[in-house]
């Protein structure tokens, strides 16, 4: 059982606000989730949460753009933020003696962002996250599997149908009126948590909150996720993409809809997705690497997703000559095989996840996330200590009913990549 | 608060002291080496063994045989087959983790402390009694190839080995990929493995790290109890003579059709760990390169969206590593992107930082130290470094003084004396149909294509 020290406010303008104290290194963690993401972007808009994301970066009414950096690299500390399908979260870690800068940084967004917003600054973001798609998806072998993956998972009307990067067509369409309007929307006090983790004193941390937080205007209500987040809980047959891309070598994926993370069934499933990929003794390096050796590498995890439903994850590299549909049969049968599980592989599953949550949250930085994430999803940060008595609960029957019911062929999306040799010849040297 | 309040950055409050927490050395009769530091905090530790087995002690024939012998250490003990070692090391949460660089082979792993006797005795027994059934190595030289064949189709891997083979003269280690190459790990078999095993996997010239919730005494005693029967005198470990290949400029294209994006390298020959200007090239490559406020950063990506980022690195080594430049530009702004990075590299060289810069500098990479040792793990990879580099134990006592104290004019002939624009080559991973006749619009020295692989 963890025990980590939480203490929770909450701001007369709604803001969550949580300090965890940990003196052991002089170092303080200011960790934000505002409860915006991907799910939250309308038709014509996917993208946005991002892009805007990007924005924060570039300035508040008293804060210049690059500053921001520039001021808490100064201090010695790190920063930044990352956008997911239901969350966007923002983060710095400093020096301990730096709290208040870090405070007022986030304070200042949150209250006084739109003033310093300019044409300028969205067309330079826009570049620059066009950009990141082109590093970070386009240029990538199988770097477009996400697209296809939540297409596949999630039908037109849901909110996961389509990936955090957005369209480009979209990013491009972006103005400043969306900037202002979705910063008016969602980046308000009632929309987020805010939580400090590490060497700070109490109750000068609280002074601070309030000095920096507590006059931003509480918002509106925050609008219903568009679209419908009503789904089957299984995808009800198995879908199937064959990519034929310049990759090096065949990848066969396969997803499935799980319980989203909100869902007691939850765990059953982040079991059986350990069971499977994690460690060199899980059933698919086993069998796909080790032992069949129709796989050069094996990986699978679920997504703890909170709209309708999460998604369980594996896929597998196959060797340059490789057969796809053995790689995909025998991913089919390890799925349907992991009913037999035995309790040896369980407490695995559990002692590897112990180690791993231990050395996460070894680091402020990222215990504050974790803190974070229960409050903005469960409305109760100290969920974190009890979170491994939760997976330690999960029997061989609650896998195996798990997998009877969610891991058959139909809900099942297999996604194949099958590399294609280019032959263009290199242009000669004038 | 009022508006004119918020507009004044805060003060700073009180300094909290940070030391480097004491490190407790220690040694067994057959030499190996004992580091550890008692971290209480969290009930974890974690233990990592240093060896002197990195790539750079082998020649090009056996390229990739340290990181081979490192990958087939799952495969089985005398006593364990490969899956019986990964359920026993399961069971206890442990996941063993083999990393080989240029200078070592380190095998680490974490654990709750509770189990951290059971784990010793697995580690040693991995490496004092490796098993390599040729099944096992068949199965792993197989996956190592199919990884050299992603690599050569990689966009990232193209153009960063291309870079290495581009910067050094041909035979030094660092020219070639970490991993080898299909013809030196070809050959590969169990003999290879056990043979280094043999050579570098020695009690001398080596060291085991132990952080976290344990103290020095049981380290003591758990390190004599799985490790006192491991013999062997020390291995050998040739210089590295990490010759240039050229000191011209010049350009080289590495052909890739419809690429949507150029991988960019520039650089030369950079230093050695031993150099006596490793704290003035930190500041220095801080100002150019290495933080987001960094020159090159503030031109290419906030000011002229050309890039998701860009960095410099100096990659220090045994011997002289590489001095590295890396970003992914739009294909279309590829030659704007090398001219701006060039002029950012040259005049950062001609008129040095300024102050107001190596003031920010030293700040930053003084106030990130503590910063990167919240960990067990962070805490074991700073040590095992003193290990690697010969360095002494109290080397990070002082070593944000050391930051703190480099002046403007060390910092300024740190980068005329490591940062030679008119030896710098460029490598430009795209499409050459694209970017070839705007490169050669840059005259910076004859520009090549060739194919990717």
Redesign the interface.
């Given at each position: 059982m963890l025990s980590i020290p939480i203490e929770r406010f909450t701001l007369d303008n709604g803001l969550r606000v949580n300090l965890s104290h940990?003196a052991?290194?002089?170092?303080v963690a200011v960790n934000l989730w505002y409860g915006v993401g991907s799910r939250n972007e309308r038709e014509g808009k996917t993208g946005f949460a991002h892009l805007f994301e990007h924005m924060m970066f570039q300035g508040s009414?008293?804060v210049p753009?690059?500053r921001h950096?520039?001021?808490i690299?100064?201090?010695?500390?790190?920063l930044n933020a990352t956008t997911w399908f239901d969350r966007t979260n923002y983060f710095e870690?400093?020096?301990?003696?730096?709290?208040?800068?870090a405070?007022?940084l986030e304070s200042?967004r949150m209250g006084?962002m739109l003033p310093a917003m300019t044409q300028e600054k969205l067309?330079?973001?826009?570049?620059?996250?066009?950009?990141?798609k082109?590093?970070?998806y386009?240029?990538?072998?199988y770097g477009d599997w996400d697209e296809w993956i939540q297409a596949m998972v999630f039908p037109e009307s849901h909110p996961y149908h389509h990936t955090v990067i957005g369209s480009m067509a979209d990013i491009e369409a972006a103005t400043l009126e969306d900037v202002a309007e979705f910063f008016q929307t969602y980046y308000v006090p009632n929309n987020a948590v805010l939580t400090v983790c590490g060497?700070f004193g109490r109750d000068?941390a609280l002074d601070l909150i309030q000095?920096?937080f507590?006059?931003i205007a509480r918002g509106e209500e925050i609008p219903a996720i568009p679209g419908d987040q009503n789904l089957d809980p299984i995808i009800g047959a198995t879908v199937r993409e064959r990519v034929e891309a310049?990759?090096?070598?065949p990848r066969v994926l396969m997803a499935y809809r799980i319980p989203p993370y909100t869902d007691p069934g939850f765990y059953a499933a982040d079991i059986a997705g350990s069971v499977l990929g994690t460690?060199?003794?899980s059933r698919l390096y086993?069998s796909l690497?080790?032992e069949r050796?129709v796989a050069?590498?094996v990986t699978s995890f679920v997504l703890p997703l909170t709209s309708g439903a999460g998604m369980l994850l594996a896929w597998a590299?196959g060797?340059?000559e490789g057969d796809p549909c053995e790689i995909e049969d025998a991913l089919a049968a390890e799925m349907e095989g992991l009913s037999s599980v035995t309790d040896?592989e369980i407490?695995?599953a559990v002692?590897?996840t112990?180690?791993a949550l231990?050395?996460q949250?070894?680091?402020?930085g990222q215990r504050a996330d974790l803190v974070s994430m229960f409050d903005q999803l469960f409305d109760d940060p100290a969920r974190l200590n009890g979170e491994l008595e939760r997976l330690r609960a999960v029997t061989p029957a609650d896998v195996s009913a798990f997998v009877e019911g969610f891991l058959g062929a139909e809900n099942r999306a297999v996604l194949t990549y099958v590399p294609v040799t280019?032959n263009?010849p290199?242009?000669?040297?004038p | 608060m009022n508006g004119p309040s918020r507009s004044v950055v805060p003060p700073a409050g009180l300094v909290r002291s940070f030391d480097f927490p004491p490190v407790h050395a220690d040694v067994l009769d057959n030499g190996l080496r004992i580091r550890s530091v008692q971290v209480g905090r969290l009930p974890i530790v974690t233990a990592m063994l240093v060896l002197d087995a990195g790539e750079g002690l082998l020649d090009g024939n056996r390229a990739g045989l340290a990181v081979l012998t490192g990958d087939c250490l799952e495969g089985g003990t005398a006593k364990r087959t490969g899956v019986e070692l990964a359920e026993a090391l399961e069971t206890i949460g442990a996941g063993l983790s083999v990393g080989t660089g240029w200078d070592s082979t380190t095998v680490s792993l974490s654990c709750m402390a509770d189990r951290l006797d059971d784990a010793m005795g697995l580690l040693a027994e991995v490496i004092l009694q490796p098993a390599f059934p040729d099944d096992e190595v068949d199965r792993i030289r197989g996956q190592r190839l199919a990884a050299i064949h992603q690599r050569e189709m990689d966009p990232v891997g193209i153009a960063t080995t291309a870079s290495r083979r581009l910067t050094y003269r041909e035979g030094v280690p660092y020219g070639r990929p970490l991993g080898g190459t299909v013809e030196s790990v070809g050959p590969f078999n169990a003999d290879a493995a056990a043979g280094f095993v043999v050579a570098q996997y020695r009690p001398k010239g080596s060291g085991l790290v132990v952080v976290g919730d344990v103290d020095a005494r049981q380290v003591r005693s758990l390190v004599e109890t799985h490790f006192g029967e491991w013999t062997g005198g020390t291995g050998s470990r040739p210089e590295i003579d990490a010759e240039p290949r050229t000191r011209e400029r010049g350009i080289v294209v590495v052909h890739r059709a419809d690429a949507v994006q150029s991988e960019i390298r520039i650089g030369h020959v950079g230093q050695a760990r031993s150099t006596p200007q490793y704290f003035a090239l930190r500041v220095v490559n801080t100002v150019l390169g290495g933080a987001f406020t960094s020159r090159l950063n503030l031109n290419l990506r906030e000011e002229h969206g050309f890039t998701y980022g860009v960095r410099s690195r100096f990659l220090v080594r045994r011997g002289a590593g590489p001095w590295c430049v890396s970003t992914a530009v739009g294909t279309d702004v590829t030659a704007d992107a090398v001219h701006e990075a060039i002029s950012e590299i040259s005049t950062l060289v001609a008129d040095g930082p300024t102050e107001e810069e190596v003031d920010a500098a030293r700040d930053y990479l003084a106030g990130v130290f503590p910063l990167e040792l919240e960990t067990t793990g962070q805490i074991a990879a700073r040590i095992a470094e003193l290990l690697i580099y010969d360095l002494p134990d109290d080397y990070y006592a002082d070593y944000r003084d050391r930051i703190r104290s480099v002046t403007l004019e060390e910092a300024c002939e740190a980068a005329r004396a490591c940062i030679r624009p008119d030896e710098m080559t460029v490598v430009v991973g795209g499409d050459a149909s694209e970017v070839q006749g705007p490169l050669e619009g840059l005259e910076w020295g004859p520009v090549t294509v060739e194919a990717a692989s």
């Open positions: 940990d052991t290194t002089p170092v009414e008293h753009k690059n950096f520039e001021l690299e100064r201090a010695g500390g790190s870690t400093v020096p301990s003696h730096h709290l208040e800068l405070l007022w200042d006084w067309d330079n973001q826009r570049d620059v996250v066009m950009n990141e082109r590093q970070r386009d240029n990538q072998p060497d000068e000095r920096h507590g006059e310049d990759v090096p070598l460690g060199r003794a086993r690497v080790r050796r050069k590498d590299t060797f340059p040896q407490e695995r002692a590897l112990e180690t231990v050395r949250i070894e680091q402020v280019k263009t290199t242009p000669s040297a | -």
